[in-house]
């Protein structure tokens, strides 16, 4: 597809979700899931299903459901085709309207129906409900589904809605040399001319956790105390595979919430697929995990960030079985319910199992600074989110139910006690087995277990938009404090004036001697701690051990102490919480980022943590890429280069301390000397200490590509030549993305919306090369037209992936111009729904942050 009827396409007006009588408007709105599902009850799908074509899969489905109360009943159904639909034996004519099958009340009956029909639906690398990947090493094909959250109906015709769970009985046809995995057992394998599956039937599952993987997977199995377990794995993948790693992992975090939640696996059998060019990180589905196979299986030697990384990944999708899977959020607005609790029990797992990992401080990082940075923007939502169409459901998913509601979930145990939540959770686990809850019945399962209402906290939490920003005020005299009062403001407006309710540890840190820690609960606008005459701290810290959720201040006699002694706070997950709030110092242009560059370029050298090192390394690449002025980004690149290298070289350190260096240095690398190491290090077998992979191979090409350095395409070229594997297409399709010139740039943009070949992982993994910061210039001309195409790319790609096209394109400029051609973008487009303005705005946040920052420290 050429760029120009691409514009036109993108420039049409823009259609809201919801239309017509609310029931058989597109997508499914609330209106009509409430009503089925007063309606409907005791679903079961038969589903047969051939996939041995490679484009189009070919079914049939027998929906057997109890009617209650009369009326038509309308099934969902957005596939390529269908034909003989028969209502209780009889054949039927449904209404056809906006992806809806509106059977007539006059053929079914009260009490027990069933409506059957075949069906075609589509086969591909994206946009399509069964993702086709292929294998360019051997040639093969691997399909997987991905129903979330509200794509089920795309494949199959079914209710689509979370709280009308059906049981499911899958029969699989496939090509001779296949296997396939779903959420039920295996029971028999037929072979014909194909292969034929048949799965025993699930318990009750949500629409969106339906799922089957097939393809000739190499598996292996284990049997571990009592359960067998079972990897799927691509064939030419499996030798490097950690399968016995994997397996006991998966089995550890079983164990771990049988024993926590008292409530033993609640599905048939456990199985888990690493698929590729999977577009999240995992998912969830009963039985059946999928798992990102590109941060399962390691090309190169791993580093502790990505080890934890994966181990946390295992841990939030096998709390799904219990959070999610069994017990379900009743509708998407409730997605927090699920997501939450994944997250947060992921780190009570962790923290429990591996005593000495220090999990708080992984959860802190991996969680708390992504949440801040959208829950301070104005586009911020709250944790509850109103949804009236699932076809908006996609919107919902973010920071805010990934990285917020964790924190808020550790800030309710911490008022609570550790009891109390888990009492509350086995209630409430208890009361929805195999159903639907929503917010207010976790609150009342807890609160009921602490004796105590959480209504105020509630409405605070869940139902409020924003967060607290909080500052500690004091007043010192004789080395002796006077007064100590923390005062709390809302981070925007938005969330209006009144206080939130919080119990935080206040710390106050003396150099070279114990730190004192006061617990204090939060009530008003401002809260007196008790401290008077208490000797004066170096700095003060009010939030440590990160129970409270907010962004906390440092007062300027602690940042200028920081500043010059934070490596010698030896607590590592409390030094790892400065350094935060020291870079949200400077995210609010209130230190210059000069000056934190210089703070890390100091500390690096003697930074042990393998987690936190990579974190400051990401905020001294922002820094410099993005907030410095040119003329301080000119003076302190040398010196950037300079430590970078010398971490990546210094046989001293770690290995994961060196990597990290070696790929931030790989990243930044600017100057023609450091692009000349960098090729010559292309000539070597290792780096960092350890064997130099293509995975680091390809990140060199493709900053030698995005500087336009000398020898670009010949080692572009030679790249391509020596990795022929799947990810090394991919690779060298990133790296071809980094290429700074304005006829590359158009080709690529053309590509994401016109080639149906292209996987959408790929198009997500080159954004930001494409995007970068450096040919903000060139890619000046995609912005607007980026923002415009929200609603298409809403309409045609998965969850995750509009979050990071509105980041990568706004991450990518730095200048006011292009702020100012956000703004009038948005005030042009003053219909645009809520909810893409939102994620636009959260986006915006760091582009108006980096404007500001430029402003003032230029
Ligand atoms: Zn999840």
Same mark, same amino acid.
Request: charged share 25%.
């Given at each position: ?40 009850? =005791?679903?079961? $799908? ?23 109360? %009369? ?17 209780? @034996? ?5 209404? +056809? ?29 994206? %946009? ?61 394998? +037929? ?33 571990? +105390? ?53 577009? /999240? ?16 299986? $390691? ?40 997501? %939450? ?46 949804? %009236? ?7 919902? $998913? ?57 209504? @105020? ?5 869940? *139902? ?41 540890? *206040? ?11 006061? =617990? ?97 390394? @990401? ?42 260096? &070696? #790929? ?17 290090? &292309? ?5 960092? @200490? ?50 700074? #010139? ?10 994401? /919306? ?21 040919? #903000? ?69 760091? &582009? ?11």
């Amino acid at each position: 597809m050429t760029l120009l009827p691409l514009l036109s396409l993108l420039l049409a007006p823009i259609v809201p979700g919801v239309s017509g009588d609310g029931l058989t408007g597109p997508g499914v709105s609330r209106a009509l899931a409430e009503r089925r599902a007063a309606q409907i009850a =005791q679903v079961r $799908y038969a589903l047969q299903l051939d996939v041995t074509r490679r484009d189009t899969a070919v079914g049939h489905a027998r929906v057997r459901f109890v009617r209650r109360g %009369g009326g038509d009943v309308i099934l969902d159904f957005r596939g390529l085709g269908y034909s003989n639909v028969m209502a209780n @034996g009889a054949t039927a004519s449904p209404r +056809d309207e906006h992806g809806h099958l509106v059977i007539a009340a006059a053929a079914l009956r009260d009490g027990e129906n069933e409506v059957a029909l075949d069906f075609q639906a589509a086969i591909a690398p994206a %946009g399509a409900s069964v993702i086709r990947v292929h294998d360019a090493v051997d040639n093969a094909d691997y399909l997987y589904t991905l129903l979330v959250p509200a794509d089920a109906n795309q494949l199959f015709p079914c209710f689509d809605q979370p709280d009308l769970k059906g049981r499911v009985t899958l029969s699989l046809t496939t090509p001779r040399d296949w296997t396939a995995v779903a959420n039920g057992r295996v029971t028999t394998v +037929d072979s014909a001319s194909a292969l034929t599956f048949r799965f025993a039937e699930s318990e009750p599952i949500s629409t969106y956790l339906v799922a089957f993987a097939a393809g000739p997977w190499s598996v292996k199995s284990a049997v571990i +105390d009592g359960r067998p377990i079972s990897i799927y794995a691509r064939a030419s993948r499996a030798r490097e595979v950690e399968s016995d790693t994997l397996i006991a992992l998966n089995a550890r975090a079983i164990a771990w919430l049988e024993k926590y939640t008292a409530k033993s696996f609640p599905f048939q059998k456990f199985d888990f697929v690493l698929a590729p060019a999977f577009p /999240f990180g995992g998912m969830e589905h009963p039985g059946a995990i999928f798992y990102n196979e590109e941060s399962f299986i $390691y090309r190169e030697r791993p580093t502790l960030s990505q080890l934890l990384g994966r181990e946390a990944t295992i841990f939030h999708e096998v709390a799904h079985q219990w959070f999610g899977d069994f017990a379900t959020m009743r509708w998407f607005d409730d997605l927090w319910l699920k997501e %939450g609790f994944a997250t947060y029990l992921a780190a009570v797992m962790q923290a429990d199992l591996d005593p000495g990992a220090n999990a708080w401080k992984t959860f802190y990082l991996r969680n708390k600074p992504a949440a801040y940075a959208v829950d301070a923007s104005s586009g911020t939502t709250p944790v509850w989110q109103q949804l %009236g169409n699932l076809d908006q459901a996609k919107s919902n $998913y973010g920071a805010i139910v990934y990285n917020k509601a964790p924190g808020i979930l550790k800030q309710l145990n911490y008022l609570v006690g550790d009891t109390a939540f888990r009492d509350g959770l086995r209630a409430y686990l208890r009361d929805h087995a195999y159903s639907n809850a929503t917010w207010r019945d976790l609150l009342g399962a807890v609160g009921g277990a602490a004796h105590r209402p959480l209504d @105020g906290w509630g409405a605070s939490y869940i *139902l409020r938009p924003g967060m607290p920003v909080i500052t500690p005020h004091v007043e010192m005299r004789g080395g002796k404090i006077l007064r100590l009062t923390i005062e709390q403001h809302p981070a925007r407006a938005l969330s209006g004036s009144a206080p939130w309710p919080a119990r935080v540890e *206040l710390l106050l840190g003396y150099a070279g001697g114990p730190s004192e820690r006061i =617990q204090v609960e939060l009530r008003g606008r401002v809260t007196d701690v008790p401290v008077a005459g208490r000797r004066a701290p170096d700095f003060i810290f009010a939030n440590a051990a990160d129970y409270g959720y907010a962004l906390v201040h440092l007062d300027d006699r602690s940042v200028r102490w920081l500043e010059t002694h934070i490596g010698e706070v030896r607590d590592d997950f409390l030094r790892a919480m400065l350094w935060g709030a020291l870079w949200d110092q400077v995210r609010d242009a209130r230190l210059e980022p000069v000056r934190f560059a210089r703070t890390a370029l100091r500390e690096l050298p003697r930074e042990t943590d393998e987690q936190l090192v990579p974190v400051i390394l @990401g905020r001294l690449s922002r820094a410099v890429s993005a907030y410095l002025s040119p003329t301080e980004q000119g003076r302190l690149r040398p010196e950037v280069e300079r430590v970078l290298l010398a971490n990546a070289n210094d046989s001293t350190r770690s290995y994961g301390v060196r990597k990290n260096h &070696l #790929d931030t240095y790989v990243a930044l690398a600017h100057s023609p000397q450091a692009l000349a190491t960098l090729d010559a290090l &292309l000539d070597s077998t290792a780096a960092a @200490g350890a064997p130099l992979r293509p995975p680091t191979r390809w990140a060199i090409v493709t900053t030698l590509v995005a500087r336009a350095a000398p020898s670009a395409e010949a080692r572009l070229a030679a790249e391509w030549r020596r990795d022929s594997t799947t990810e090394g297409r991919r690779r060298a399709f990133v790296a071809n993305a980094a290429h700074p #010139d304005s006829a590359t740039k158009a080709q690529y943009w053309a590509r994401y /919306f016109g080639d149906r070949a292209l996987n959408e992982d790929w198009v997500t993994a080159s954004l930001r090369a494409f995007h970068d910061p450096e040919h #903000d210039e060139l890619t000046r001309r995609y912005l607007v037209p980026a923002l415009d195409s929200l609603p298409w790319i809403q309409r045609n790609r998965r969850i995750f992936f509009l979050g990071n096209w509105v980041s990568a394109t706004l991450d990518g400029q730095r200048s006011a111009s292009a702020l100012a051609a956000v703004d009038e973008m948005l005030r042009r487009r003053a219909g645009l729904p809520r909810d893409l303005r939102a994620k636009i705005l959260q986006s915006r946040d760091e &582009l108006e942050r980096t404007v500001a920052i430029r402003r003032a420290f230029p």
